[in-house]
């Protein structure tokens, strides 16, 4: 299960970010994973408060989730279609010869910070 490994990483960016622009506290943090991917969302979903966990900086963020659809260039008849849809089969003509055109990203999309109050005037 790498999804942990690579959500952590994204959290360890996210708070790096965060700490890099003098940021005290981030809302959310929008991932985009292809369904190509090969990573799984139930799994970032599931991990996400264990990765934040004993991190102040993430105290109650959420975890939000893009999910670009894996499409497919038919070589041979030139369709576009979902190939996971389609079991990487082409629905016009059945062929297998395709190229990939997305899907397959994995992105910290991005970081939501949660703005400071504003200090009060004397």
């Known amino acids: 299960m790498h999804e942990i490994s690579v ?3 994204a959290v360890d960016l996210a708070e790096q970010t ?3 622009n003098n940021i005290d506290r981030i809302a959310y943090i929008t991932l985009e994973v292809g ?3 090969g990573y799984l969302p139930v799994f970032f979903e599931k991990y996400f408060d264990v990765v934040i966990e004993d991190r ?3 105290e109650g963020a959420e975890l939000k989730m893009i999910r670009p659809r894996g499409e497919g260039l038919c070589l041979d008849c030139h369709a576009m279609y979902n190939v996971m849809q389609n079991e990487g089969m082409c629905p016009k003509c059945g062929s297998r010869n ?3 055109l997305g899907g397959q990203q994995f992105l910290l999309k991005e970081i939501g910070f949660v703005e400071p109050a504003p ?3 004397n």
């Open 7 to 9: 959500l952590k990483r």
């Open 18 to 20: 965060a700490i890099d």
């Open 35 to 37: 369904e190509l991917s």
């Open 56 to 58: 102040p900086i993430f």
């Open 98 to 100: 395709k190229k990939i």
């Open 119 to 121: 200090s009060p005037q």
